[in-house]
């Protein structure tokens, strides 16, 4: 039983396409996470939704819109690709409880070309 | 600023042999402090947590970590290493939410 699980695992695209990744946790959590691990493995916030609503924003480009349909689900759509948005994305959830840890999925590694 | 500071970018040890990695934080209050790992091609997945309480902490795996307030640091430590272990090895730490603010990673290499 996979608690949160992303697909694509993999996604090569050309530059100017439109993407979407897309998750999902099954561990009844309310707050749900896009982090983005770059080509020297920073892990950095992009968003955080709680119950469907955004709660975090980190000064992403307008081309990254996070979708909550229900708080079980979290996708992540990028609007025109550039070679720079190139990075493993990672989605994660975490109960309402401030502090406590998320758990994470196993990563989409995107390869725009 | 608040901040996590993973001091070794690479560390490599001899199978069997101990480890331990270091990880700094800069936050004015008492932080919430996790270790997580990462092996190659997979997701992150918890060692262990501080919140509160006694400062030694057991993880899963063997691991352990000490929080010392007075040198701001929240060590990892494993009294001998397997070949398993090669890794990516995340400190992270939250303030006054949800939001996990990470190091920049230490990567672990295991001789045989």
């Known amino acids: 039983d996979t608690a949160v699980s992303q697909t694509p695992k993999y996604l090569v695209t050309q530059m100017g396409n439109d993407k979407s990744i897309k998750c999902e946790q099954n561990l009844g959590h309310d707050t749900m996470y896009w982090y983005k691990q770059d080509s020297k493995k920073f892990l950095k916030i992009m968003f955080s939704y709680n119950n469907k609503e955004l709660i975090i924003n980190e000064t992403v480009p307008n081309r990254f819109s996070p979708k909550s349909p229900d708080k079980a689900h979290l996708n992540l759509h990028i609007n025109s690709l550039e070679l720079g948005d190139s990075a493993v994305y990672f989605c994660?959830?975490?109960?309402?409880?401030?502090?406590?840890?998320?758990?994470f999925g196993q990563g989409t590694r995107l390869t725009v070309v | 600023a608040q901040s996590v500071t993973q001091p070794d970018i690479h560390i490599t040890v001899s199978e069997g042999a101990s480890l331990e990695l270091r990880c700094n934080y800069s936050?004015?209050?008492?932080?919430?402090l996790f270790w997580y790992v990462q092996s190659p091609g997979q997701g992150l997945q918890l060692l262990l947590k501080?919140?509160?309480?006694?400062?030694l902490v057991q993880g899963i795996k063997g691991f352990e970590a000490e929080f010392k307030r007075s040198q701001s640091s929240f060590n990892l430590r494993k009294p001998s290493v397997h070949w398993s272990d090669a890794a990516e090895y995340f400190c992270a730490f939250t303030g006054g939410g949800n939001k996990l603010t990470f190091g920049t990673g230490t990567q672990l290499k295991v001789e045989l």
């Open positions: 501080y919140f509160s309480g006694d400062t």
């Open positions: 936050y004015g209050a008492t932080p919430y």
């Open positions: 994660a959830s975490s109960p309402l409880t401030a502090n406590t840890e998320a758990f």
